[in-house]
């Protein structure tokens, strides 16, 4: 009983901050994401009926701890699903992403397991029940399901029964490049759910960020199918900015952001005035990722590798769902 897949990042455009379920990782609201090719983890799944507990390997490393517990975890859902819970298993994963230093390492990670585990163990899911499954794992992994890009809906129902991801466009439908700029690939010092929790529980700005994400979603996905990149840049770079600003007014306040942060911020908002269409946007880290249009990749490498405290540019293409490989 064994399976191995493969799940690209995902870098959301809208962005998914705040959990109104912490324990069945429900959202306070909708996100829209562009999956990435340039990062992926690509995670082995092997039952035996032999095992007397599960292990996982991360990059030839033996995992235990806290991240050990949450692949245990999730595999014990899927276990549950499958009606095999004396069933354990061998997790053996590559990722080729920085791991918890803002690029979605999880999204990659849980996308890769939930599809690898649910296939070695014999589950027969179609894509919205596996983007149900894999968000118990991660919230965000839930629109590493698609390629291209996907809206994750927040939903109603106390159960999670439709909170899921659904496909916007294939990765093939408009050729947006995006640039991560690693400025810091150490683990962050807040983590998202904790950094999410505490910005629900006490920040100031929270309810104005909520009121403002309809109006940006709405807009972004006419942007996205009218391929109008300055429209898509200018919706994702503000609605990154407010929810930034959300961990200001917090209590007490944090920020993912360093000095080097800011000095990419200044360098596209730089650019942009010497008339190239270049737009940030930032996850719960210090890194930033920019999006531009493939006529002007080679600038705008050359560009952020100049500019002071950038240690690695690394350049993704819209990205493919899940393979199984």
Not at 61 to 67: C, I, R
Not at 259 to 269: A, K, P, R
Request: charged residues 20%; contains cysteine.
């Amino acid at each position: 009983m064994k399976a191995t897949a493969k799940a690209h990042t995902n870098i959301a455009l809208i962005k998914y901050w705040g959990k109104r379920d912490e324990e069945k990782i429900l959202p306070m609201n909708n996100s829209l994401s562009l999956t990435l090719d340039g990062f992926y983890t690509t995670t082995t799944v092997t039952f035996k009926e032999e095992l007397e507990e599960d292990s996982f390997v991360l990059n030839e490393q033996v995992v235990t701890g806290e991240a050990f517990n949450r692949v245990t975890n999730f595999l014990n859902l899927i276990r549950q699903l499958a009606g095999k819970s004396d069933l354990y298993a061998n997790v053996y994963s590559l990722n080729a992403v920085p791991t918890a230093a803002g690029f979605a390492s999880s999204a990659s990670g849980f996308a890769a397991l939930a599809a690898a585990a649910t296939r070695a163990i014999g589950l027969n899911v179609n894509e919205q029940e596996l983007s149900k499954i894999t968000r118990q794992g991660s919230g965000s992994a839930c629109r590493s399901i698609y390629g291209g890009f996907s809206e994750w809906v927040k939903g109603e129902e106390t159960d999670g029964s439709d909170s899921y991801a659904v496909p916007i466009v294939p990765a093939d439908y408009w050729d947006v490049r995006v640039a991560a700029v690693v400025l810091n690939a150490e683990e962050k010092g807040i983590s998202s759910r904790v950094g999410m929790k505490r910005t629900v529980d006490t920040s100031v700005f929270y309810q104005g960020w909520l009121d403002s994400v309809s109006n940006d979603l709405q807009a972004i996905k006419i942007g996205i199918q009218e391929r109008d990149f300055e429209k898509v840049g200018q919706i994702a770079e503000a609605n990154c900015l407010k929810m930034h600003a959300t961990t200001l007014g917090a209590n007490p306040p944090f920020t993912y952001w360093q000095d080097t942060t800011l000095n990419i911020m200044q360098t596209v908002q730089k650019m942009r005035e010497t008339g190239i269409p270049v737009y940030f946007t930032i996850d719960a880290g210090p890194n930033v990722k920019v999006l531009y249009l493939p006529e002007h990749e080679e600038l705008v490498e050359q560009t952020l590798k100049q500019a002071d405290g950038v240690t690695d540019v690394i350049l993704s293409r819209a990205g493919g769902g899940i393979a199984y490989l």
